[in-house]
């Protein structure tokens, strides 16, 4: 199976803060990979797809990059509403995997 | 509007099955796929199986592949996931979520997650 591991596992950051997640993967899958935001007690909200392809309907400040094995999710500037938690996920391969989430909290 | 509307919260015992089924709407049930995800409580996300609503092919992953069972009825546009023999530790939210078989990107497919059931809770305890 495709390991997907995330840093930081948990993130403090502030309102405006530019916050960088990273998602590596245990093998090439090129850019078969999604990001996805939690809220506690919700389904998971899909981000990202295509490594940086924003979904329809997700802000702007919102940005993925990355290839091969290493990616990256960016938040530009924090908003109150983006404290949650992250995860990569892997689409190349079955099964499809998650990485283990980063949890982005308030400072 | 694309939405997925699962079942309701289901406690079970030790060795018991369990069938939770996800209702969709608002697209055309047998153009897209449907997964199933599960989640512990206070842990992460784990991919469980797919179901291809249009064939009823399915691809689980290989240690539900004896206990879990991926069906649709195409006439209710409704998929359903039997997972037996359940132990303590199969208790997790229990999610279904939409593949769109469209998802192009430079004219690559991509499957993406886009639309989510709410999930079930599935308490397993004697």
């Known amino acids: 199976d495709v390991q997907l591991t995330q840093s930081p596992s948990f993130l403090s950051a502030s309102i405006g803060d530019r916050v960088t997640i990273t998602c590596r993967a245990s093998?090439?899958?090129?850019?078969?990979l999604a990001w996805y935001q939690q809220k506690p007690g919700e389904a998971p909200k899909l981000l990202i797809y295509?490594?940086?392809t924003l979904q329809s309907g997700v802000p702007s400040r919102f940005s993925g990059s990355g290839s091969g094995t290493a990616f990256t999710l960016t938040i530009s500037s924090l908003q109150p509403e983006d404290f949650a938690t992250y995860y990569c996920?892997?689409?190349?391969?079955?099964?499809?995997?998650f990485g283990p989430g980063t949890k982005v909290d308030i400072k | 509007q694309v939405q997925l509307v699962q079942s309701g919260p289901e406690v079970q015992k030790p060795g018991a099955s369990v069938k939770i089924s996800c209702k969709t709407s608002?697209?055309?049930?047998?153009?897209?796929?449907v997964h199933w995800v599960r989640q512990a409580p206070g842990q992460g996300l784990e991919w469980m199986g797919i179901?291809?609503?249009?064939?009823?092919?399915?691809s689980y992953k290989e240690r539900f592949q004896n206990r879990v069972n991926m069906t649709r009825d195409t006439s209710t546009s409704t998929v359903y996931m039997e997972v037996s023999s359940l132990k303590s530790d199969d208790t997790a939210r229990y999610f279904c979520?939409?593949?769109?078989?469209?998802?192009?990107?430079?004219?690559?497919?991509?499957?993406?997650?886009?639309?989510w059931g709410q999930g079930t809770l599935v308490t397993v305890s004697s």
């Open positions: 979520a939409r593949d769109s078989r469209l998802s192009m990107v430079r004219g690559v497919h991509y499957p993406k997650f886009d639309f």
């Open positions: 179901i291809d609503p249009k064939t009823g092919r399915t």
């Open positions: 608002g697209y055309s049930f047998t153009s897209d796929y």
């Open positions: 093998q090439i899958i090129s850019s078969y």
């Open positions: 295509a490594a940086s």
């Open positions: 996920q892997q689409l190349n391969f079955y099964p499809f995997t």
